[in-house]
């Protein structure tokens, strides 16, 4: 078991899924099987300078938005197979959050799926850059 | 190892700055950066007259752009590029047309077979003063025909600048021999240390010269007049020399020269034509160019059909196969060749088959898995 670190509840199952695989290369095969199942929720046709996040050795790109009930909403999409898996697992983690919980929000799950130490430091940047994004985003749409 | 010792003893023994102080370590270093200096223009057949030293090849072809090219040419004057350059045989032209007027042509690459399209060269040639051409494709390993080029742009009435930094790895470049005019070098593609290289240049081609970097080092007498520089390669290098780099470089020939070079490049070229054979029975796998022919040069660029390029270098990388991913600061070569970036496994001479086999076992297996 996992020790449990700052993130939601509803995180629990995929923390434990991938913290259990025997390897990196079995870690990387689930993160292909989430970017298979969650492709990217952004059309290719909307991605543009403005939405692109930078840092990342692939092309990725975010759009943050509030439902009318409040809650944050993440559209991503990546042309690299890891870097979607990482953003279907991000938009699982913040998607239905209140923007001030995403802003406060720690990759703590990311440390404990084994997913920071799998990647090399560039590609953990990357993923770095792309939450950093996500949470300034949602401290933008929290003032708002 | 050779290297680094060379590194090593600089520091930990004479550790000085070169060309100025008359005490035994000044002496000793001076000594060194200069010993090098005649070790690697021996190794590219020139004197050392005729080598600058600079930080790599960008910063010789930067020398040739801002110490030659803003000197002697003016608004209208042609240079010609080819689609396979790299980005530092490119950008400076482009910035330089900006300041100067000057015109940019690129001579395009015949995709069928990845080489330079020889007939759009000869036009582009017509009424040029400066030809740049790469002497071997980072990205694809391909030999350009530089006799050729060479003769071409003389008859044409135009100076040549070949960048060797793929070629002189792996082929003997004979700067005297070539008629080249300006040649473009890194040390850290051929064994040396990073963040030392040269430009080889003509005497003729070095009169015409003014220094763009001014300062220590390349001066006769500074007053608040005004300032008289040195002549030959001193005027162009500024400042404290890269001394255990230059004596680290001068290491690696002094290290390559127990090698026959041509030995060098059928090693090599036998272990790209291996990789390309066995990675053409992956499903899925492109490779681009022909590494099996006998002009290419140890780099085989390559795609997967469904595995992203970075995901594929990542996994890879798990293997412990390091390959250089991305548009290899070539996108106008990319551009022509319809992709956004290749995958690249680059072999040497310190490379074996069995590692070219074991490489494609492990590409073969993460094909399997994850496609």
Redesign the interface.
Known sequence: MTERGDWPQHLDSIVEEFSGCFD??ER??LL?QYAKSHPSSLPQEDWTEENQVHGC??RAHIECSVSEKGQFILRGGA?????QGLMAITSIAVNGMHPKEVRQMTPDFADAMGIRSS??PS?ANGFLNMFNSVREEAGKLEVK | MCVIEAMSRYYTEYNSNAHRANHTLADEATTALEGARGSISRFFGTSPKQMIYTSGATEAINLVAYGWARANLSDGDVVVLTEMEHHADIVPWQELSKEKGIEVRYVPIDLQYFTLDMDAFEVAVQGASLVCVVHTSNVLGIRNPIEEIVELSHSAGARVLVDCAQGAPHEMINFDLSNIDFAAISAHKMGGPTGIGCLLVRLDAMVQMRPFLTGGSMIKKVSTEGSTFQEGHAMFETGTPRIAEAIGWGAAVDWLDQFEMTEIHSHVNSLAALAAELMGNIPGITVFGDPQRNDSSGAVSFLHDS??S??LA??L??GGFAVR??HHCAQPLMDAMGVPSTNRASFWVYNTSEEVSSFAKHLSEVVS??S
Do not use: P
């Open positions: 990196s290369m990387y095969e292909f050795q692939s042309d690299a197979q890891i870097v990647l090399t590609r | 595995i992203q970075q995901d990542l996994l990388d798990e991913t991305g898995r994850f």
